[in-house]
């Protein structure tokens, strides 16, 4: 894995240096919440995330071993996007922005995904852990 310079040993800049953008904590947001784990599928993602931007963020989110990227095996020129333990341990992270958004600001969310979160928080996270494990555990068409 290439070396990333960080900026201090501060943990916040740490944690700051990989996650310290919004496209990059969406992308893990739609690897875990959303089910995408394709270029195509991010693009595809509300907040319009431009191709340059979406190809850089990928990149970095490999370089930093938060994500594995695997050939599709129905397309050669396709890439499948997995969440590595490493990105996985940002599940955490991604509930508890959930909830800070929803309790401050005017959000959408699918009212099952927010009574999950709300009433069983450790239970979610287990279980979301779970099923990115799974994904990368799992052959593809």
Not at 48 to 72: F, P, Q, S, Y
Not at 74 to 92: A, N, Q, R, W
Not at 109 to 120: A, C, K, V
């Amino acid at each position: 894995m290439k070396e990333v310079k960080q900026r201090s040993t501060c943990p916040v800049s740490t944690s700051l240096d990989v996650l310290g953008d919004k496209w990059t904590l969406l992308i893990i947001r739609d690897l875990v919440f959303g089910g995408k784990s394709t270029y195509g599928q991010f693009l595809q993602s509300a907040e319009k995330i431009a191709t340059n931007i979406l190809a850089d963020r990928l990149a970095l989110l490999e370089t930093h071993g938060m994500v594995t990227k695997v050939v599709a095996s129905d397309k050669k020129s396709k890439f499948i996007y997995h969440l590595t333990e490493k990105g996985i341990d940002t599940v955490p992270i991604l509930v508890a922005l959930l909830l800070w958004g929803t309790r401050h600001g005017s959000t959408a969310i699918d009212p099952g995904l927010l009574n999950e979160l709300q009433t069983e928080p450790d239970a979610a996270i287990a279980r979301y852990q779970r099923l990115a494990r799974e994904k990368t555990q799992v052959p593809f068409p």
